[in-house]
Nanobody, 119 residues
Framework: VQLQASGGGLVQAGGSLRLSCAAS????????MAWYRQPPGKARELVAS???????YVGDSAKGRFTISRDNFKNMVYLQMSSLKVEDTAVYYC??????????????WGQGTLVTVSS
């Protein structure tokens, strides 16, 4: 699976951005689609995820501000971010996880898109 993330940029605190992730295959066949981020000098962390059953998880730092959604027809996953804070500054990565019939998980990563929130 190839993933292409886009939509990052520079935004002022309190503003909004929508990140997009284009998948190279039918996302209905992908077990979990997720967004991670890696702030400068810190570890990568899960921001939000959505599985094939449309169960959605949003991390505490993003809860109430970020929304993950998918468009199965376009094979796209989005991360709508609002009320952005300086601490949201990070490289955001699109991630796809597929579980095989044997229970083995395979993870795929996009190239990352930089979000910079200024004060």
């Amino acid at each position: 699976v190839q993933l292409q993330a886009s939509g990052g940029g520079l935004v002022q605190a309190g503003g909004s951005l929508r990140l997009s992730c284009a998948a190279s295959r039918n996302i209905e066949s992908i077990t979990v689609m997720a967004w991670y981020r890696q702030p400068p000098g810190k570890a990568r962390e899960l921001v939000a995820s959505n599985n094939r059953s449309n169960y959605t998880y949003v991390g505490d730092s993003a809860k109430g501000r970020f929304t993950i959604s998918r468009d199965n027809f376009k094979n796209m996953v989005y991360l709508q971010m609002s009320s952005l804070k300086v601490e949201d500054t990070a490289v955001y990565y699109c991630n796809a996880k597929i579980v095989s019939a044997t229970g083995a998980w395979t993870s795929y990563w996009g190239q990352g898109t930089l979000v910079t929130v200024s004060s």
